[in-house]
DNA sequence: GTCTATATCGGGATAGAC
DNA sequence: GTCTATCCCGATATAGAC
């Protein structure tokens, strides 16, 4: 059984949490989660209609916090690189300390049903949207190189949110470490060059 | 019904393929995947032992056949940068022909039992430690600039794999261009920058 | 090698008592 | 708000005919 939370929802929401991630979301029995919450199967549908709600509300928090952080990040940044040392920074630390929730997101789309898929899918758009922001401001600003906006941006968010899969907290480096490397290699590239090609791709 | 194709056994893993990359492994009933390769459910039993066989060998073909590519690049070439290229190029080109194979390795790991999890586990742990080699031959070249080889190599492996999520071939861009992209990427950064500081990170 | 028929099981969800 | 009991369906897999 799960530690103790304060409310019932928050138990039943949170061994959701783990047995999706763990087994997948059509693998997780309800059984075992309400097990897990302290309760018997049938319970669960006191504070949820069905399995599914489970499901969007694990993914709609966790977008919605990311993509709330991102929109405070370019509010109150205007410098680009600066810009885009907090956005990474912080996509990185709620991956990290949201494992879980957002390995769901990245792996569980293709479970949600009906309208559900569109809803989160329009919140992992606006995520991009932001993103991509970032980047094609500093672009016309000439502080980053040009290049295609999107799969930049694409680039970027997929790196930061494979984090989720493989980081280990606890493991051989930190968060901040791991962060530090990742924004070298975003801005600087692996190249280490002293003749760099001031000429653009088109 | 899928078009042709010579043996059964494909027809039916192409079916396999086609509906474990949409639904979900378990998500996909046989009945469906016997459908769609234009026979009863019970048939599939003949070339197959269970549906679990159907997922090894998906997993299995791809990964093998994306490593043997990388030990052939790693054979057939020396200059780190050009290793890099055609490691990435390759990587690529592999992920975008074959979207759905590799989008089923990234997202259904979960859906392995016993020691298949842990053999193509194996089989990824060698491409990422063919990628290794290159970056840390590399640096010690000093053609990269010092880092930390495994959370570069995820970095690069990470985003590289996302294409297989977001690509659309026929789309704005061809795969080409994305490589081209990547690669520039990878190996200057975002940063247009004059200044480049020659300090390395520990 | 493919079929029809079916065994067997486990899943989500509901009914209704307490 | 949680329980026990159960409905009902769809899933994998098997048996045995053709």
């Known amino acids: 059984m799960l530690p103790q939370s304060e409310s019932m929802r928050g138990r039943i929401l949170a ?13 997780a029995p309800m ?8 309760i018997q199967a049938a319970s669960i ?3 949820y209609p069905n399995k599914q709600a489970l499901l969007v509300e694990i993914m709609e928090t966790s977008m919605r916090r990311l993509n709330e952080g991102l929109e405070r990040i370019l509010r109150e940044f205007d410098d680009p690189m600066q810009r885009l040392q907090e956005a990474v920074a912080y996509h990185i630390d ?6 879980q929730e957002f390995f769901i997101i990245d792996t569980e789309m293709r479970a949600l049903e009906g309208e559900n898929r569109a809803y989160i899918l329009s919140l992992r758009d606006r995520c991009e949207s932001l993103f991509q922001e970032i980047l094609s401001d500093g672009m016309e600003r000439k502080i980053f190189r040009h290049t295609d906006v ?10 930061c949110t494979a984090l989720a899969t493989w980081f280990r907290p606890g493991g051989r480096l930190t968060v901040q470490q791991v962060t530090a490397i990742y924004l070298q290699t975003i801005t600087h590239g692996l190249l280490l060059a002293e003749e760099r ?5 088109e």
């Open 45 to 47: 549908y006191h504070h």
């Open 197 to 201: 090609p001031q000429t653009q791709v």
């Open 31 to 38: 059984r075992d989660i309400a097990m897990l919450a302290g």
């Open 150 to 159: 999107k799969v930049a941006s694409y680039a970027i968010i997929s790196m």
């Open 94 to 99: 709620l991956h990290t300390r949201n494992k």
């Open 15 to 27: 061994a959701a949490v783990k047995l999706f991630a763990e087994y997948g979301y059509h693998a």
